[in-house]
């Protein structure tokens, strides 16, 4: 569950407009690549057929996918060339703004369930509607962590997973060493605290001790916009796919965020997606091991 | 070779005065845990005994260390509480002035060649009184990059590593993107260029392809001074323990390098290194292994 809307981007390699963008479709085709995808999100009636129709031809059900009167939320920004920094140029929130999303019934019993960031009222809300989920994880922004602290709180204490970035786990805790920040953010709720570093990769703090996994050093970023959505999604869709939430498992589906979001930010909007299959994820998959392989040696 | 000093430090965690500093005393401590150190640095006749005597006691063959009339080398620096900057208070180059440095004569078939930070005329200096050495490696800086950059791409056609921090190489380069700056360093002449990242690790660009080295997550940083020193340090140390300069030995050499960052910053000046073995290093060693482990499932 999260945002589905229409991005206008600008980078160094170009810019693109009224492209698919949104939390939740970054989400969703990431993850329709390990496991199926059910997905919660609303459009306007401005939303290309073109764009229902990508999402479906990578099998995610969109019965979820309210359709209502009004214009799909729209974003759009403009990345520094050195993609240190971006900058928001416009948010309209639209038919996003009246979103109290409602899962189908038959969608209840779902047993990994991703929140994607949008207000944490929101978040419980679905969470409400879910019957005994196996594993639920969570995304966040600065936005609540300012303005809806208590409920972003309520809502900590019955997730097993936040993902944020590192700026967003130092303003939640108060803390600016990492560790200690995703100590004090652990004892929130949530078992695991994931906290995403951009081209510095992930950090995973859990029951299994600290895994760190690396970002792949790519030379020719064209857009990052979705990069930690889609991180998020090759991590459920491993989770789902392999149906265990073993330190074990949780470590690899690390891994395959790391996979989908270094291939999300290689192309705008979701168009590496298109042309993405499972080959090229195993290779890549291959080449993370080979990134971080050192010999484990006698000293 | 490189700077011996006298660092006056305040932290979060506290304050030290006039105590042991300079890229050339972290290098060489923690290189010796793992193969002999000869130093070539220049103190004054201020330089506590204390000090020769930690040096000593570690091995370190202090026959380069020049000990000149005048006042030692002296930094001072403050660092932010959340160690995100640090402020130079006050830099007294003293007797580091007129260093010129000189290799012992039996000292010029050394085998393994580190250039710490300094002027590269005279990193071109030391490194003209060695004969062939087998594997040589230096470190530089934003003042040089500026400064000296004639010099500094004359002493890099001749090393066969550089190792710099992310900003140095994005200024050196002027290459935004991390990839693509360490190729642009390539081709000025050394096969390998290490980034370090601080917290975020460091990576490792060389025949043998890239490797990721993560930091350590620690918790309780005392004083970040001197990481970098201690990385290049457990990293020289490593190749010359190993004897050979293989792409497999240079990717255990980065974690080795890790090792010995992560043990020094957890107190002040060299501190650590006080109490410090080889049986501590190689439990880190094996936490550095179980941090970026994940299994090679097939997916």
Redesign the interface.
Known sequence: MGSVGLDTVETRAGKRADVLGGAASYFSVAAAF?APVRLTAVVGTDFPDAYTKLLETHQVDLAGLERVAGRTFRWSGIYA????TRTTLDTQLNVFQDFRPKLPATWTDSAYVFLANIDPVLQLGVLEQTKKPRFVACDTMNFWIEGKRPDLLRLLERVDMLLLNDEEA?QLSGQ?????AA?AIRAMGPKSVVIK?G???A?LFHEG????A??F???D?VDPTGAGDSFAGGFMGWMARQGDTSP?TI??A???GSVLASFSVEDFSLDRFRRLD?GQ??ER??AF?????????K?
């Open positions: 390990l060339a050195d993609f240190s130092r600016a060493n990492l560790p200690a100590r570093r081209d510095a990769g950090l001790g600290v895994f760190s690396p970002a050093p790519i030379e970023v074990a470590r690899t690390m891994i395959l499972l994820i195993r998959f291959a091991a080979d990134l971080v392989h050192f010999d484990k040696i000293i």
